[in-house]
């Protein structure tokens, strides 16, 4: 999860990656960069795209909407890392559009504010980004999740875009990974899958700890878990592991070798491309399997 601590362990590992340290973030964050951060893509599909407001229980959450621009297709819901909708994402979204999706990627943040909540170039290493963003993630909690998450679904449902008879994906990468457990469990009959990408908070002694949830979903799920992360809970994958064998559904969980928290946002710090292609890899893998 995003804090501190984890910023330390960042810093700790871009001092040893010098070649890291040397990229320019500011200019990929800028947006013209960002899609070359991609390998090019086969067989990718033409795609329309909008900028949506969603009427939730608590506001009007404004997200981005990216699909192919022929046919309906399976849906995806997207939670962003802390620093929420922003350039970065919109990409992300764009590059699974063209795989075929049609990609909804929401604003967490949207009862305190419109997307970007941060300017481009920001970065969680800042303190005043930190102090910025943090208030509005702890304004958030499992009832959040649960009522966003019927609240997306439903707008997607109600998409000419969207394929109703195939099931419905979802990712969340950071504090997006608790979405993601309890968006499966929400609306258990419409989504078929579910990834994490170093996510935080997913098995926890808390009694609202996403992993108890895991009994009351179908969704095929994919955790993808960065090394440092497993450092300071190596716990967690076992107890995903033992609670997943348990209800009788699919799970992949794998710990990434030298891949920070962090690690698959493009315009993060400690951006790992091999890696972060891996999990891209994996998660197609998922979706081409589970949203058929």
């Known amino acids: 999860m995003c804090d501190e601590e984890t ?42 795209e909008r900028d949506v407001n969603i009427e939730t229980p608590d506001g009007v959450a404004d997200c981005y909407f990216v699909y192919p621009s022929m046919g309906a297709h399976a849906a995806v ?28 990627t929401v604003n967490p943040f949207y009862r305190d504010a419109h997307a970007p909540v941060v300017g481009r170039g920001a970065s969680f290493s800042q303190p005043e980004i930190r102090n910025h963003v943090l208030p509005m993630a702890r304004n958030l909690n499992a009832e959040t999740h649960f009522t966003d998450a019927r609240a997306f679904a439903a707008w997607l449902d109600d998409q000419p875009e969207v394929d109703t008879n195939r099931g419905i994906g979802t990712t969340g990468y950071c504090m997006g990974g608790p979405m993601v457990m309890r968006t499966v469990a929400a609306v258990p009959d419409r989504f078929a899958a579910g990834a994490t990408f170093h996510g935080g908070g997913l098995a926890t002694n808390a009694p609202d700890s996403p992993h108890l949830l895991i009994p009351q979903t179908q969704a095929q799920i994919l955790h993808c878990i960065a090394e440092n992360d497993d450092d300071n809970d190596p ?33 993060s710090q400690v951006y790992h491309e091999a890696q972060a292609e891996h999990a891209w890899s994996r998660l197609l893998n998922l979706f081409q399997n589970a949203l058929a």
């Not at 320019?24 to 960002?34: E, P, V």
């Not at 962003?80 to 049609?102: Q, T």
């Open 77 to 104: 819901l997207v939670w962003p890392d802390i620093l929420a909708l922003r350039p970065a994402f919109r990409e992300m979204g764009k590059r699974l559009a063209r795989s075929g999706y049609a990609v909804l």
């Open 7 to 48: 910023q330390k362990e960042v810093e700790e590992y871009l001092r040893s990656h010098p070649e890291i340290t040397r990229r320019d973030f500011t200019k990929l964050a800028t947006g013209a960069g960002l899609a070359l951060m991609f390998p090019p893509m086969v067989n990718a599909q033409a795609v329309s």
């Open 235 to 267: 716990q967690a994958k076992v107890t995903l592991r033992d609670a997943y064998d348990a209800a009788g559904i699919a799970a992949e969980i794998e710990v990434y070798e030298d891949a920070m928290h962090g690690w698959c946002a493009i315009d």
